[in-house]
């Protein structure tokens, strides 16, 4: 394989990152990069467990004279978002990362870049091929799903893992170690429609341009949500008229911020139309002015086509569906502010979809307190009541709560202040993480999550520093080092 990554230390971890980005790894499609794992393992003779939904474990036995510390579990997540920019022709059941190097960041080319958790896979694939590392035993936990719902990390028999010290690898900014984290669930409301034969002018509005993002760790950065701006302008066309809504679709994921959205609506004639043309781009410039410091790049395109037939959908269906999308929590909640205003709890609107039969839409609300997290999930069960929709909440997962004493904390808080002169911060998260399940199921697990810096991630923005990466390999094997003493 002729790599792209050079220059960088150690060369076999940015070779590992390049062949399993060229893998394709999007969540439930794990299998390709599962079985590649297992004959990577095969291939080193280590001992390796596949279970049915492709999770994959691999053992390595501690190097001389660490026989007797206690064994470490490293932990990653296999599956990444799939995210694309309008117009990239990118198949990502089939295709691989194209790779992009550029003054020391690594990105993709138009599509999100697969480091979160790719770096993980590819630390730990390292790790378990240096034979001349000191390290304690090493039990590499390799989990399927994670970005849709934690599903690998809950589903795996954790009674196949003897660790109870765990090194999270999925942490996404270096000098930073995080410690707790929010626990989260996936909301769906669906209603079915009717369609009715319509003639008449189409108003076609396609919101692109917004900056995205992942749905825990930027939630409180006042981004543009591309189905809730796209539900604003709609229902400010009923209250000024009459029309009928065809189709609106934004989002590919509920973890993600929303950054584009098309709908279309019918009117009963041409001027009708160009009249809601106008009212829907002095809505759209008003937003732009809203946006011009958070999210600068927003657009919105403004059509009218004549004599068109469409099916619409009834009214009363399109106006639950708008007025429960302006009415659904979306972004943050409610704050800590005895703690710098931590976000405690959250939610996301990441996908909104009209078909045939149904109109849906995905909620991800977070909490790292359990009550909280109880009473926005009945609020959404009242707002899926209040406008015909049924609601379905799926693939939820616990929060990680914070620990007093941690002995792999102080091991990495030493190890970085020795090895760089500074000190690590140590952070709880809005995001989610694998180690609430496995805290759960592992009584006395000693966890901490860590990783390089890597950035805009569950976007086609996604950038990983290389250099970053190159530290925190070093980072890692110090404290494993350390561990093993």
Not at 151 to 165: C, F, M, P, V
Not at 249 to 258: Q, Y
Not at 405 to 422: A, M, N
Request: glycine content about 8%.
């Amino acid at each position: 394989m002729d790599y792209k990554i050079t220059g960088y230390e150690p060369e076999k971890l940015y070779h590992f990152f390049e062949d399993i980005s060229a893998i394709p790894r999007g969540s439930g499609n794990e299998k390709g990069i599962s079985d590649f794992l297992v004959a990577f393992a095969k291939e080193r003779g280590l001992w390796v467990y596949q279970d049915e939904v492709n999770n994959v474990i691999i053992k390595k036995p501690a190097s001389a004279g660490a026989e007797g510390a206690p064994a470490v579990m490293l932990q990653g997540h296999i599956d990444m978002v799939c995210d694309k920019r309008a117009g990239v022709e990118h198949d990502f059941e089939r295709d691989g990362i194209d790779l992009v190097v550029t003054d020391g960041v690594l990105t993709a080319n138009g599509t999100t870049l697969g480091a979160d958790n790719g770096i993980a896979v590819a630390l730990m694939m390292t790790v378990l091929d240096d034979d001349s590392l000191v390290h304690p035993a090493l039990e590499c936990v390799f989990t399927t799903d994670e970005e849709t719902g934690l599903i690998g990390a809950e589903t795996l028999d954790k009674s196949q893992i003897d660790a109870r010290i765990m090194v999270n690898l999925d942490s996404e900014e270096e000098g930073v170690a995080t410690v707790s984290c929010a626990g989260g669930v996936v909301v769906t409301l669906t209603r079915p429609v009717t369609r009715e034969h319509v003639k008449g002018s189409t108003l076609t509005m396609e919101i692109s341009g917004l900056m995205g993002g992942h749905s825990g760790q930027d939630i409180d950065l006042e981004r543009g949500n591309g189905d809730l701006l796209m539900a604003r302008i709609i229902e400010k066309l009923m209250r000024t008229g009459e029309p009928r809504l065809v189709s609106m679709n934004g989002g590919t994921k509920d973890n993600a911020i929303n950054r584009e959205c098309t709908a279309v609506l019918i009117y009963a004639d041409a001027a009708a139309a160009q009249a809601a043309a106008e009212t829907a781009r002095a809505a759209a410039d008003e937003i732009t002015a809203e946006l011009e410091v958070f999210d600068p790049g927003f657009t919105c395109t403004i059509e009218v086509a004549d004599d068109v037939e469409a099916d619409a959908i009834d009214d009363a269906s399109a106006h639950a569906l708008i007025s429960a999308l302006r009415l659904a929590p979306n972004g943050v909640m409610r704050r800590n502010v005895a703690a710098d205003g931590f976000v405690e709890v959250s939610s996301n609107i990441g996908v909104v979809q009209t078909s045939d039969d149904q109109v849906m839409f995905l909620m991800s609300p977070r909490s790292s307190i359990t009550s909280l997290q109880e009473d926005v999930k009945e609020r959404m069960q009242t707002l899926a009541d209040a406008f015909g929709f049924d609601a379905a909440f799926e693939n939820e997962y616990p929060g990680w709560s914070y620990v007093e004493h941690s002995p792999v904390r102080e091991i990495f808080q030493e190890s970085y202040r020795e090895l760089f002169g500074t000190e690590l911060r140590i952070e709880s998260i809005h995001a989610g993480l694998e180690c609430g399940l496995f805290a759960e199921a592992l009584p006395g697990l000693d966890a901490i999550a860590v990783g390089p810096t890597l950035a805009n991630v569950h976007t086609p923005d996604e950038r990983m520093e290389l250099a970053s990466s190159e530290r925190f390999y070093q980072l890692l094997v110090d404290c494993l080092r350390r561990l093993a003493a």
